[in-house]
């Protein structure tokens, strides 16, 4: 634990831009709402080999949102259920289920479908808010993070220093 919030920090105050970090934040939200083994991951895997996204934020991000996403499973199936029993769309759904390429989607799983509502939902806020929360942390926070005690004192700790890099060991 200690050894994440020391490198979700290290990550913050570095020079990588804020975008590759917000980016991994909401592609990180989008792979861990879908289902594992689904092409709404293989997208977001397509989408982090082409475009610059920091994998440590990705991993950091998937993994919690993965924890959230397991407690809030019958949310996201009552989102899938509601959505797949729209009547409005009934039409549309059948033509595609028709087709066998988007059966490939499994869109007619309501968790899947829940997911992906959700994820499409949240991406574009996710992504925004992170990078401005990225920046305002690196305009504000960081300096005044930088020069309070605790701060000092636990850089300078070398207990902490010995349990982070034990478990940089592990992981």
């Not at 959230?68 to 509601?82: E, F, H, K, R, T």
């Not at 926070?141 to 902490?160: D, M, P, T």
Request: proline fraction near 2%.
């Amino acid at each position: 634990m200690i050894a994440t919030l020391s490198k979700v920090f290290r990550l913050l105050s570095s020079d990588i831009e804020s975008y590759q970090l917000s980016l991994g934040i909401s592609l990180g939200i989008v792979a861990g709402l879908s289902p594992l083994l689904s092409i709404q991951s293989l997208c977001v895997l397509f989408i982090i080999i082409v475009l610059k996204v920091n994998l440590s934020m990705f991993m950091i991000s998937l993994a919690l949102i993965s924890l959230i996403a397991y407690l809030a499973d019958p949310l996201i199936v009552s989102i899938g259920q509601q959505v797949l029993a729209m009547e409005s769309l009934n039409e549309l759904f059948t033509q595609m289920y028709n087709s066998g390429l988007w059966r490939l989607l499994n869109f007619n799983n309501t968790a899947a479908m829940g997911s992906l509502v959700i994820s499409a939902l949240s991406f574009l806020p996710a992504y925004f808010l992170s990078l401005l929360l990225i920046k305002k942390y690196r305009l504000v926070i960081e300096k005044h993070l930088k020069n309070s005690r605790l701060f000092r004192w636990a850089s300078q700790s070398k207990i902490l220093a010995k349990a982070a890099s034990m478990t940089d060991k592990v992981s």
